[in-house]
T-cell receptor, first 112, second 115 residues
Framework: KQEVTQIPAALSVPEGENLVLNCSFT??????LQWFRQDPGKGLTSLLL?????REQTSGRLNASLDKSSGRSTLYIAASQPGDSATYLC???????????FGKGTLLTVNP | DTAVSQTPKYLVTQMGNDKSIKCEQN?????MYWYKQDSKKFLKIMFS???????INETVPNRFSPKSPDKAHLNLHINSLELGDSAVYFC??????????????FGPGTRLTVT
């Protein structure tokens, strides 16, 4: 059974700081890994999707890496802004039915 | 235009009632999903439909019955609501014939409160 763990559960940083969110998964037989952002009371917004054959993906100030063999991914956020404050969720797709399994998320607060 | 929409956004009801949540996607995707996010914010899949056919059913009580009238719609009907059903329910969709390992797009969620 796939399990996804995200560390830390919460993170508070001053504006402008670079930061890293961590995600680990127990079963390396995945198709892809997806990072989402969830704002309070809102739905999920897909940030980056990394296919299992890829090592990283970049979008603006965000960079996500994937090490499938070790079951780890990181989300790097450069020059953080207060608008980045949200919960960041990591999810992996696996199994014959392409099931998406989520971690419990990291609550990020960027202080002005 | 909203890609994945859900109605209602909020739903407050009493124990024992039956309620439905509707989901529609205008992305032309073949696969749709229902997820439940509990009070601890843990998001877990409940059901998945591909071209109106059920492909994932994650040990959800049979009080929950998904219905897909066409591939653009996936509704969730809940019978005999219980306090523990209180959660946020998210609908999502992805492209692909069998769902595939494709990016999933989520709706805004429906916050269900059972009193």
């Amino acid at each position: 059974k796939q399990e996804v763990t995200q560390i830390p559960a919460a993170l508070s940083v001053p504006e402008g700081e670079n930061l890293v969110l961590n995600c680990s998964f127990t079963d390396s037989a995945i198709y892809n890994l997806q990072w989402f952002r969830q704002d309070p009371g809102k739905g999920l917004t897909s940030l980056l999707l990394i296919q299992s054959s890829q090592r990283e993906q970049t979008s603006g100030r965000l960079n996500a890496s994937l090490d499938k063999s070790s079951g780890r991914s990181t989300l790097y956020i450069a020059a953080s802004q207060p608008g980045d404050s949200a919960t960041y969720l990591c999810a992996v797709t696996g199994g014959s039915n392409y099931k998406l399994t989520f971690g419990k998320g990291t609550l990020l607060t960027v202080n002005p | 235009d909203t890609a994945v929409s859900q109605t209602p956004k909020y739903l407050v009801t009493q124990m024992g009632n039956d309620k439905s949540i509707k989901c529609e996607q205008n992305l032309g995707h073949d696969t749709m999903y229902w997820y439940k996010q509990d009070s601890k914010k843990f998001l877990k899949i409940m059901f998945s439909y591909n071209n109106k056919e059920l492909i994932i059913n994650e040990t959800v009580p049979n009080r929950f019955s998904p219905k897909s009238p066409d591939k653009a719609h996936l509704n969730l009907h809940i019978n005999s609501l219980e306090l523990g059903d209180s959660a946020v329910y998210f609908c999502a969709s992805s492209q692909g014939v069998t769902g595939g390992p494709f990016e999933q797009y989520f709706g805004p969620g429906t916050r269900l409160t059972v009193t």
